[in-house]
């Protein structure tokens, strides 16, 4: 594993980093706009006084911390693999260029010693797994990996209600930064209640530092409303991602392809109004996880 030595320093000397996944890079956003916001994700994280720890793999090499110049090029570069928990072996085997995932960066965050990961939303059950049986590898990740995740939700294409009920079937903590409802990632509505609300960093920090203490494995979801200003409209953003949804489907979309077909699909159907949402909350997560990252440094 390559660990930024400004990153490792900073683990070593209990300051604040926060690890940031690189599926948005080069699988979420076009070029030049995917690397614009990953540097600007990082900016927002050094403003609140953390360390970025962006995490990607080059040539079978975990990386934690990339430098501007390796996030240039996996901005760019064409044929960049989605690395989950069962690719890693693989392509370190086969010294591949890869993203990770959330549950690869959690992976790889944990064994770096990182306890804070930024990301805009997670995977979860799909609509229709009933038939499907499509759940992401996020959630098993969330049961067993010590890593904080703060996200904007569980990413809209999915079953909300059902991915909540994989959570606490797996023990996974459902917290609400200052809301009890899980935000529903395009608007701050689900209508679903998350497990507890939590009001400051500092009651974050504190519970992060509790599971720790007393050996409860696994992950902490923290999940975090996209401000008011950004939210898309409910009505719009839904009928997008029906039609979505439904495009998938008649094209014979599965499995790791999903995601990311519908959430291109939705910038297309949305004019790009989605992307622009989706570049916001990720933005807000940063600031928020920088500064429980904070707050975990210093009651440690």
């Known amino acids: ?14 300051q604040p980093v926060v690890a940031l996944e690189s599926t948005i890079i080069s699988h979420g956003m076009p070029y030049p706009k995917n690397v614009e916001t990953a540097l600007r994700v990082e900016q927002m994280i050094k403003d609140h006084g953390a360390i970025p720890a962006t995490i990607g793999i080059i040539d079978g090499e975990p990386v934690v911390g990339m430098t501007p ?27 591949l260029w890869a993203a990770t995932t959330v549950a690869s960066t959690m992976i790889i965050a944990n064994q770096a010693g990182i306890e804070v990961f930024v990301t805009g939303g997670i995977g979860g059950v799909h609509r229709g797994a009933q038939e499907t049986m499509d759940i992401s590898a996020d959630l098993q990740e969330l049961a067993k990996t010590n890593v904080t995740v703060i996200c904007a939700g569980a990413k809209a294409i999915l079953d909300l209600p059902l991915t909540l009920e994989y959570l606490e079937t797996m023990g996974v903590p459902v917290l609400g930064f200052q ?7 395009y608007t701050s509505h689900s209508g679903l209640k998350v497990d507890y609300a939590i009001d400051n960093y500092q009651e974050a920090a504190q519970i992060i530092l509790e599971k720790r203490k ?58 790009g109004d989605s992307l622009e949402s989706n570049i916001h909350l990720v933005l807000n997560n940063a600031a928020v996880g920088a500064e429980i990252s904070k707050e975990v440094c210093k009651q440690k």
């Open 69 to 95: 110049e390796e996030i240039e090029e996996f901005g760019k570069r064409k044929g960049i693999l989605k690395a989950s928990r069962r690719d890693l072996p693989v392509i370190y085997a086969k010294k």
């Open 179 to 185: 809301t009890s409802e899980l935000p529903a990632f």
């Open 1 to 14: 594993m390559k660990i930024n030595p400004i990153v490792q320093q900073a683990i070593l000397n209990n």
């Open 214 to 271: 007393n050996n409860l494995a696994g992950g902490i979801l923290i999940t975090n409303p996209i401000p008011d200003q950004y939210a898309m409209d409910s009505k719009v953003i839904n009928e997008a991602i029906e039609k979505a949804l439904k495009m998938a489907n008649e094209q014979g979309i599965k499995g790791k392809d999903t995601t990311p077909f519908l959430l291109k699909t939705i910038v297309e159907l949305t004019g």
